[in-house]
């Protein structure tokens, strides 16, 4: 039974900073491309970041880069999402999805999906 599980979000003030967390079980996770979308009220869910199997390559959302940071520890079977200088619509819930072998930034390539975890920024 595949699992993947989010951690790390919060309320927290703009500016702030988070790190993100998804632990995947069930899976070889190095086998696993993975990503990062997120989901605001009443909006639909977005591409945020993904990141190859190995780590060698990360792509990101125009309206995210330069500010989040996709990163992988295959020893751990945890991806991560760094997220910096947090601005208020950045407000959705966060999930995570593992995608087998191949990198993509539509949802619906991904196999498996998180429950999702809340980031609020408050101004």
């Known amino acids: 039974q595949v699992q993947l599980v989010e951690s790390g979000g919060g309320l927290v003030q703009a500016g702030a900073s988070l790190k993100l967390s998804c632990a995947a079980s069930?899976?070889?996770?190095?086998?696993?491309?993975m990503g990062w979308f997120r989901q605001a009220p009443g909006k639909e869910r977005e591409f945020v970041a993904a990141?190859?199997?190995?780590?060698?390559?990360?792509y990101y959302a125009d309206s995210v880069k330069g500010r989040f940071t996709i990163s992988r520890d295959n020893a751990k079977n945890t991806v991560y999402l760094q997220i910096n200088s947090l601005k208020p619509e950045d407000t959705a819930v966060y999930y995570c999805?593992?995608?087998?072998?191949?990198?993509?930034?539509?949802?619906?390539?991904?196999?498996?999906w998180g429950q999702g975890t809340q980031v609020t920024v408050s101004s």
């Open positions: 999805a593992a995608d087998l072998l191949v990198v993509a930034t539509s949802s619906y390539e991904y196999d498996y």
């Open positions: 069930g899976l070889t996770f190095s086998d696993y491309a």
């Open positions: 990141i190859s199997w190995s780590g060698g390559s990360a």
